[in-house]
C-alpha cells in the first residue's frame, strides 16, 4: 500500500465525518435526524438498501461460490427468494408502517403489543446488530491489513487490524450521531457507486489478464460447468436449490427488510408507501444484477487462475506414457 492509498482511505473517512457535521446543521427536530424530514428520494433510498444489505463479507464471498471447486451460477436462486419477499413486504408490510407517525419500527410493536414487547425487539436488534456490524468491521480491517502487508512485509498485521477497527469506527460513529439518517442514506449511495466500479474495475483486470479474453474466460467457465443456475430437485443435502432459495430467501427477506430496524427505517423516509416500495422492489432488481456481476467475477478468476486445469491432458505423448505405465486416463 502506497502513500497515495492512505491519503484516499483518511480523506474519505475525514470526508464523511465533515459530511455527516454539514447535514446535522439541517436537523432541527427529532423527524428530521430519524426520517430525514420524508424528503429523500426513492431512488437514493433503493441504492442505500443495496449498499446496506451489501458488505465486505458479500464483496469477498459471493466471486468465490463461482470460483470454488463444483461452484456455478445456482446461488442466484437465493436472490430470486429475495426478490418474491420484497413483493411480500411491499404489499403487507410497508402499509402499515405508514399508518401514523412512526419514528421508528419499534413503535408499531409498542401500539400492538405494549412496552414490553418493544423493549425487547429493540434491545435485541442493538445486540444483533453490534454483533453483525462487528464481523463486517474486522473483515474490512483484515482486507486492509492484508492490502498493507503485502506491500509492507515486515508490518505488524494484527496492529494494522486493530488501528483499522478503532479508526473506521470512530469516524462512523462521529459521522452517524452528527449526520442522522439522511446523512447515512446518502453516504451509503456514494459507497455503492465506489464498490460498483471497483467491481467492474477488477473484472476489467482480470479480463486483460487472461489469454484470450472473455471468450476463453467463457469457454474454460463452460467446460467445468460454471454458467449452471437451476436446480429444481428436492434434494435437502443441497445448499442450493430453486426451491430451497425461493422459500427460503423469500423467508430471510421478510425479516431482514420487513421488520429489521436497520433497513425499515429507510422506507420511513420518504412520504407514502408507494414510494418506499418503488425503493425496496428497485433494490431487489439492483441485487440481481450486482451478484450476477459478483459471481462473473469469480468466472474470470477462475479462469485467470485455472486452479484444475490439468497441463497434460491434452498432451498425448504424456498420455500414452502413463497408458504404457499402467495409468488409464
Given at each position: 500500500?502506497?502513500?497515495?492509498?492512505?491519503?484516499?482511505?483518511?480523506?474519505?473517512?475525514?470526508?464523511?465525518?465533515?459530511?455527516?457535521?454539514?447535514?446535522?446543521?439541517?436537523?432541527?427536530?427529532?423527524?428530521?435526524?430519524?426520517?430525514?424530514?420524508?424528503?429523500?428520494?426513492?431512488?437514493?433510498?433503493?441504492?442505500?438498501?443495496?449498499?446496506?444489505?451489501?458488505?465486505t463479507i458479500t464483496f469477498i464471498s459471493v466471486p468465490g461460490i463461482a470460483f470454488?471447486?463444483?461452484?456455478?451460477?445456482?446461488?442466484?436462486?437465493?436472490?430470486?427468494?429475495?426478490?418474491?419477499?420484497?413483493?411480500?413486504?411491499?404489499?403487507?408490510?410497508?402499509?402499515?408502517?405508514?399508518?401514523?407517525?412512526?419514528?421508528?419500527?419499534?413503535?408499531?410493536?409498542?401500539?400492538?403489543?405494549?412496552?414490553?414487547?418493544?423493549?425487547?425487539?429493540?434491545?435485541?436488534?442493538?445486540?444483533?446488530?453490534?454483533?453483525?456490524?462487528?464481523?463486517?468491521?474486522?473483515?474490512?480491517?483484515?482486507?486492509?491489513?492484508?492490502?498493507?502487508?503485502?506491500?509492507?512485509?515486515?508490518?505488524?498485521?494484527?496492529?494494522?487490524?486493530?488501528?483499522?477497527?478503532?479508526?473506521?469506527?470512530?469516524?462512523?460513529?462521529?459521522?452517524?450521531?452528527?449526520?442522522?439518517?439522511?446523512?447515512?442514506?446518502?453516504?451509503?449511495?456514494?459507497?455503492?457507486?465506489?464498490?460498483?466500479?471497483?467491481?467492474?474495475?477488477?473484472?476489467?483486470?482480470?479480463?486483460?489478464?487472461?489469454?484470450?479474453?472473455?471468450?476463453?474466460a467463457i469457454a474454460t467457465a463452460s467446460q467445468y460447468n460454471k454458467f449452471s443456475?437451476?436446480?429444481?430437485?428436492?434434494?435437502?443435502?443441497?445448499?442450493?436449490?430453486?426451491?430451497?432459495?425461493?422459500?427460503?430467501?423469500?423467508?430471510?427477506?421478510?425479516?431482514?427488510?420487513?421488520?429489521?430496524?436497520?433497513?425499515?427505517?429507510?422506507?420511513?423516509?420518504?412520504?407514502?408507501?408507494?414510494?418506499?416500495s418503488a425503493a425496496l422492489l428497485t433494490s431487489g432488481a439492483v441485487v440481481l444484477?450486482?451478484?450476477?456481476?459478483?459471481?462473473?467475477?469469480?468466472?474470470?478468476?477462475?479462469?485467470?487462475?485455472?486452479?484444475?486445469?490439468?497441463?497434460?491432458?491434452?498432451?498425448?505423448?504424456?498420455?500414452?506414457?502413463?497408458?504404457?505405465?499402467?495409468?488409464?486416463?
Amino acid at each position: 500500500m502506497k502513500a497515495l492509498d492512505l491519503v484516499i482511505i483518511f480523506g474519505y473517512l475525514i470526508g464523511i465525518v465533515l459530511f455527516g457535521t454539514w447535514f446535522g446543521r439541517k436537523q432541527q427536530t427529532t423527524s428530521d435526524y430519524f426520517l430525514g424530514d420524508r424528503s429523500v428520494p426513492w431512488w437514493a433510498i433503493a441504492f442505500s438498501i443495496v449498499a446496506t444489505e451489501t458488505s465486505t463479507i458479500t464483496f469477498i464471498s459471493v466471486p468465490g461460490i463461482a470460483f470454488a471447486r463444483g461452484g456455478n451460477f445456482q446461488f442466484l436462486q437465493l436472490v430470486f427468494g429475495y426478490l418474491l419477499g420484497r413483493i411480500v413486504i411491499s404489499l403487507l408490510f410497508i402499509p402499515s408502517y405508514f399508518r401514523g407517525e412512526l419514528l421508528t419500527v419499534y413503535q408499531l410493536l409498542d401500539r400492538r403489543f405494549g412496552g414490553k414487547i418493544k423493549m425487547l425487539a429493540a434491545s435485541l436488534f442493538v445486540v444483533m446488530r453490534n454483533i453483525a456490524d462487528g464481523i463486517r468491521l474486522l473483515l474490512t480491517a483484515i482486507v486492509l491489513a492484508a492490502v498493507y502487508t503485502s506491500f509492507q512485509p515486515g508490518a505488524n498485521a494484527e496492529m494494522i487490524i486493530v488501528a483499522s477497527v478503532v479508526l473506521i469506527g470512530v469516524a462512523m460513529i462521529v459521522f452517524t450521531y452528527f449526520g442522522g439518517m439522511e446523512a447515512v442514506i446518502w453516504v451509503e449511495v456514494i459507497q455503492l457507486g465506489i464498490y460498483i466500479v471497483g467491481a467492474i474495475a477488477a473484472a476489467v483486470i482480470l479480463i486483460g489478464s487472461i489469454d484470450g479474453g472473455v471468450s476463453a474466460a467463457i469457454a474454460t467457465a463452460s467446460q467445468y460447468n460454471k454458467f449452471s443456475l437451476f436446480d429444481f430437485t428436492l434434494d435437502f443435502t443441497k445448499t442450493f436449490t430453486f426451491w430451497a432459495g425461493l422459500i427460503g430467501g423469500c423467508f430471510l427477506t421478510m425479516s431482514t427488510h420487513g421488520t429489521d430496524q436497520y433497513l425499515v427505517q429507510r422506507y420511513l423516509c420518504t412520504d407514502r408507501p408507494r414510494k418506499a416500495s418503488a425503493a425496496l422492489l428497485t433494490s431487489g432488481a439492483v441485487v440481481l444484477g450486482q451478484f450476477i456481476g459478483f459471481l462473473f467475477i469469480g468466472v474470470l478468476l477462475f479462469a485467470f487462475y485455472h486452479p484444475f486445469w490439468d497441463p497434460y491432458k491434452d498432451d498425448e505423448r504424456f498420455q500414452s506414457l502413463l497408458r504404457k505405465a499402467g495409468f488409464a486416463r
